[in-house]
């Protein structure tokens, strides 16, 4: 089954002589379960694609589905409740939320969507995998980066989301630690046939995805 859908997605940013093509004639289609991928140089576009995947911007043209759902078409209220349910964001930078402890910045996804039991014995889990437990009562601010960056992607995982959009997720890891998120995240989309879009500089990380996009000035190079 497909689960997400590009098609001839573009981005523009600026006027004129301002005029930035961040993202110039983007498709593809990813199948759900599968761990994709996005390499390419500093200012290639990655983040921007990422970001119009999961609605926080909006393409300048073309069309995005994802799980069927032409995203453009969801109301603001409806792209909210869309995205918390079916999307997983780890972004680059962290955006925890600075008054809520460890365990609640991760517990939150859950916590805001009534529908959903918070699985407290899965955030455990989570949390301990990513060797964040004994953290779980301290502010985001006591952390060290890589810490925050790890709280990040628990709270990314906690909903078990369809689909998971991450921006160099282990960027700020060292070595071990981004081998241990690695494993987590392909566990985590293996058991819960979860799809991941991960953006990544490290081509040995890329290698040892299902498939790899590699973008150039907005354009996408093997295809
Ligand atoms: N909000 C914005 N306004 C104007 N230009 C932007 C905006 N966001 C991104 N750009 C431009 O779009 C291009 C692509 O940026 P993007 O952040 O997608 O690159 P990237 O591939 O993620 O780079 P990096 O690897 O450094 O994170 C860059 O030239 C950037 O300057
Ligand atoms: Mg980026």
Redesign the pocket.
């Known amino acids: 089954m497909e689960i997400l859908k590009v098609q001839n997605v573009k981005k523009y940013?600026?006027k004129k002589e301002n005029l930035?093509k961040?993202v110039e004639g983007i498709s593809f289609q990813v199948e759900k379960g599968s761990f994709v991928a996005v390499a390419?140089?500093?200012?290639?576009?990655?983040?921007?694609?990422l970001n119009l995947i999961g609605g926080l911007d909006i393409p300048t043209e073309g069309k995005i589905f994802v799980q069927g759902q032409d995203i453009s078409k969801l109301k603001r209220k409806e792209q909210t409740v869309f995205r918390r349910r079916n999307i997983g964001f780890i972004f680059?930078n962290y955006s925890l939320m600075p008054e809520l402890s460890v365990y609640d910045n991760v517990a939150l996804p859950a916590t805001m969507d009534f529908r959903r039991r918070v699985d407290h014995t899965y955030i455990e889990e989570i949390l301990k995998t990513l060797g964040i437990w004994e953290k779980r009562k301290k502010m985001p601010n006591e952390l060290s980066g890589g810490q925050q960056q790890r709280v990040a992607i628990a709270r990314a995982l906690v909903n078990r989301p369809a689909l998971i959009l991450a921006d160099e997720p282990t960027g700020n890891l060292d070595s071990r630690t981004a081998i241990d998120v690695m494993g987590l995240l392909k566990r985590s989309s293996k058991d819960f046939d979860q799809t991941i879009i991960m953006?990544t500089?490290n081509e040995e990380m890329a290698q040892s995805c299902d498939a790899i996009l590699y973008?150039k000035d907005g354009k996408l190079m093997n295809s």
């Open positions: 940013y600026g930035v961040a390419g140089q500093s200012g290639s576009g990655k983040s921007t694609l680059q953006v500089h973008i």
